[in-house]
């Protein structure tokens, strides 16, 4: 019996199509399982401080937040305003007045979305600028003045 080579080849043809068929078969039970959307808010970072205040800038740190999966990002409010989104643990407040009141609070943010509660308000004071001492020594006549201012005063 002689052989045909074009039904060995369509036989081989046919497997393979049909093994690739069985394999992805397959693949489509695996589809069946559905991962569960993260909707658990991050708890509030905690121990916010002001670590260095001056009279025009303040700067904040506060402990990591934790969270089910990830915290992403922080908001820094400054008096009731977000003025910053980060992911550090700190944020440097710039181009206070001295002397003036500040009120922060910050909240984290995970990446589904979800935002925890507001963290404690913390109260910061910027400092006073000190001035400085604004006498003007004018010694030009050096060692000769304290003689001299004696003389105005006998004489004068």
């Given at each position: 019996m002689k052989e045909r080579p074009i039904?060995?080849?369509?036989?081989?043809?046919?497997?393979?199509?049909?093994?690739?068929?069985?394999?992805?078969?397959?693949?489509k039970s695996d589809d069946t399982v559905a991962i569960a959307p993260d909707v658990e808010a991050p708890l509030p970072p905690e121990k916010l401080e002001a670590v260095q205040v001056t009279d025009s800038s303040i700067t904040v740190t506060w402990k990591a937040s934790k969270d089910n999966i990830k915290v992403v990002q922080y908001a820094v409010y400054q008096d009731s305003v977000e003025v910053v989104s980060d992911s550090?643990?700190?944020?440097?407040?710039?181009?206070?007045?001295?002397?003036?009141?500040?009120?922060?609070?910050?909240?984290?943010?995970?990446?589904?979305?979800?935002?925890?509660?507001?963290?404690?308000?913390?109260?910061?004071?910027?400092?006073?600028?000190?001035?400085?001492?604004?006498?003007?020594?004018?010694?030009?006549?050096?060692?000769?003045?304290?003689?001299?201012?004696?003389?105005?005063?006998?004489?004068?």
């Open positions: 039904v060995g080849l369509l036989s081989a043809l046919f497997m393979c199509i049909l093994l690739f068929f069985i394999a992805c078969d397959k693949d550090i643990i700190s944020y440097v407040a710039k181009n206070l007045k001295p002397a003036t009141e500040y009120i922060f609070a910050v909240r984290a943010a995970d990446a589904a979305g979800n935002n925890s509660k507001f963290s404690e308000q913390i109260k910061v004071l910027t400092e006073a600028i000190i001035a400085e001492d604004t006498i003007v020594k004018n010694d030009s006549i050096g060692g000769f003045s304290s003689i001299l201012r004696l003389t105005v005063v006998v004489l004068g």
